[in-house]
């Protein structure tokens, strides 16, 4: 059997990492500021997060939602209080889209309502509802097509107004900051009177902080900055650092029914002691306080490199905009310098390393690009 060949691939394995490195098969070491996709947080092989996973499969990796699992518990009660979300209510899945999807629906079954208002370049993962949410019509199947989405573009107060007001809109889902959308930042005011127009026209506000969550921004969430508090957020990427696990977290006016949603694998044990084990280094480690620092140190030094048109993001989510496309840029970047990366579009980089990432690795990855831009 071959594998679906769906992902355009680098031809490099990538077979060990430390911190915010990794090594190839062939013993290349790279300075990893893509993260694997935003989801090492804590570091790659973190020991303590080795200690806690390898310790919970030792007495038990899985069981199933049938029974109390108190380590679900311990992870509520712990990201409620680091998240400042303590009387929210937790539902723990596998994946972003899932976290969505399931964000979704609960709205819909509060409310009533089918209409979701999303935003243009938005992106919220592959499933039925989720893809639909999303702005991209190649990935959209019609089996997709059926619930009523419509899109604004990011910043419009008045063509929100204008949708919610006609009473049938169910949910307005946006990224805390827009990643696969280029790293383009909804401003705290935009955020601020879209929380005050969802409760005005009883929409749920769903703020997907899938990739911009879990201290990526420089705070615990992207909208903390905004000080708003929105009805449903979804997390995943950083909450395992790399176990497959996501979350949605649920404001007190939604109202649990026995069988309302469910999943076999969502929130096991092994799951939750990597995600126990994750908040507990970030708060150790005071990582989410480094990526502010790291990333405002990084984002002012990038913005002296020849060629960059602007630069975006906050704390460790960083889009470089070039004048040129950054396809050549990056594989220079990646098989001259050693230095992965990611990107959004043709014309924008972008960084998403660990939330380890030191002054001194900034140097060191500043210094590459100089030589590949400079
Ligand atoms: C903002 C956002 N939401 C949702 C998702 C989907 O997450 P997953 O791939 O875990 O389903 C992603 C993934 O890139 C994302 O960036």
Redesign the pocket.
């Known amino acids: 059997m071959n594998l679906f060949d769906v992902y355009p691939l680098f031809n490099i394995e990538i077979v060990k990492g430390k911190g915010c490195r990794v090594w190839d098969s062939a013993g290349n070491e790279y300075l990893d500021l893509y993260g694997g996709?935003?989801v090492i947080s804590v570091g790659h092989s973190h020991p303590d997060y080795v200690a806690a996973v390898t310790g919970q499969i030792r007495e038990l990796g899985f069981y199933s939602n049938s029974v109390t699992n108190s380590l679900q518990k311990q992870l509520a009660g712990k990201l409620g209080r680091v998240s400042g979300y303590d009387d929210y209510a937790l539902f723990l899945i596998n994946?972003?889209?899932?976290?969505?999807e399931n964000a979704l629906k609960l709205a819909s079954f509060h409310n009533g309502k089918r209409r979701v208002v999303s935003f243009r370049n938005s992106?919220?993962?592959?499933?039925s509802a989720?893809v639909r949410v999303t702005d991209n019509p190649a990935i959209v199947a019609p089996v997709n097509e059926g619930m009523p989405v419509t899109f604004l573009p990011l910043g419009d107060l008045s063509l929100v107004e204008n949708e919610l007001s006609k009473g049938d809109v169910s949910s307005l889902i946006i990224?805390g900051i827009?990643?696969?959308g280029g790293i383009q930042l909804p401003s705290d005011e935009f955020l601020q009177s879209l929380a005050r127009l969802c409760s005005r026209y009883e929409v749920c506000l769903i703020l997907?902080?899938?990739?911009?969550g879990y201290g990526r921004s420089g705070k615990f969430f992207a909208h903390h900055y905004a000080g708003i508090r929105p009805d449903l957020i979804?997390v995943?990427?950083g909450i395992a650092n790399g176990f497959?696990m996501?979350a949605l977290l649920i404001s007190p006016m939604f109202k649990p029914v026995h069988g309302m949603l469910g999943t076999t694998f969502g929130g096991n044990h092994l799951a939750c002691a990597a995600a126990l084990s994750v908040l507990d280094i970030l708060e150790k480690e005071q990582l989410i306080a480094n990526a502010n620092e790291v990333g405002n140190y990084l984002m002012e030094e990038l913005a002296t490199l020849p060629g960059v048109r602007e630069i975006r993001g906050r704390g460790l989510m960083i889009g470089i905009e070039l004048d040129e496309p950054v396809k050549e840029i990056r594989r220079r970047l990646l098989f001259e310098q050693r230095v992965f990366t990611g990107v959004a579009g043709a014309h924008t980089i972008r960084l998403l390393p660990p939330l380890c990432f030191s002054r001194a690795e900034a140097g060191e990855a500043l210094a590459r690009f100089r030589r590949v831009m400079g």
């Open positions: 996709h935003a994946t972003g889209a899932e976290a969505n992106f919220h993962g592959r499933t989720s990224e827009q990643g696969v997907d902080e899938v990739q911009s979804t995943g990427k497959p996501a």
